[in-house]
């Protein structure tokens, strides 16, 4: 499967309307994670009990993490644009704070394995949670010890670490990516806000069929679009860490269309190659 090139982006996009742009690069997505997955096919079976199997990939390394985070990237991104587009605002948001994790997961272990020969501690073990085989009834999951998950802060360690030299400010980047997790994870916890999120005033009920408001709906599909940056980055690493030159040069012209356009044009990210 070959990805639609991206080729004389910084002339060919400004003379598209931004929503042109924002559709070629989602219809991209799924195309660009499909032929990073393709190395790692055909998937492997293991026998799981009586009547079941495990799917694997060939090789359990760091890379597999990132190509099958990715794939929960793009398919959450996509699944979050339908319940947008539906007016399943609050749902949308919880689906983006799953989409932001993997993203983190993803560019975690990326900068992971670009500056040092071995993983970090913390990404080695999260690398490691990630094939272990989940207890398939009650009795085995109690049986089982206890595993502390590593935290998202752990992982964001290397991304950080990465960060700390010009053009992008660590303080910045790390009060930032905290405030907009905080910001969604109220949306995955249910919190007070969100529930009034619901309200409609002229009916004077909630809306838990899809909220009527266009405003409200737009609102929404723009935060899709707008986490979408952060999914394209995610591949543009994975490509880069699995050594795929063609989807990482689509990628990266694509990324760097968005960082010259709104609604992603922040002047924080000026000198970003």
Known sequence: MVAVPFSDPMNSCRAKSNGVLKEKILDNLDRWAN?????????????????????????QIPQSVMVGKLVRAVSGLRGALVLAKAGHITECAAILRFVSDFCTEILAIGMSLQQDSELSSAVKEFVDQYFMRRARTPDEFTA????????????????EAASESPPI???????????????????VHGAYETTMELWNPRTRLFE????????????????????????????EVTAAMTGHSEVFKHVRQARRAMDTNEPWKFSGNKGLT
């Open 208 to 235: 838990m069929r899809g909220h009527s408001f266009l405003k409200k709906r737009e609102k929404f599909v723009e935060a899709v679009f707008l986490k979408m940056h952060e999914v394209v980055l995610a591949v």
């Open 169 to 187: 400010d660590p303080n910045l980047l790390k009060r930032t990516r905290r405030f907009v997790n905080m910001v969604y994870d109220s949306y």
């Open 35 to 59: 032929d990073l997955v393709a190395p790692a096919l055909p998937l492997c079976t293991t026998p799981e009990g009586k009547d079941e199997v495990r799917l694997e990939f060939r090789q």
């Open 144 to 159: 089982r010890k206890r595993m502390r998950y590593v935290s998202r802060e752990k992982l964001m360690i290397a991304y």
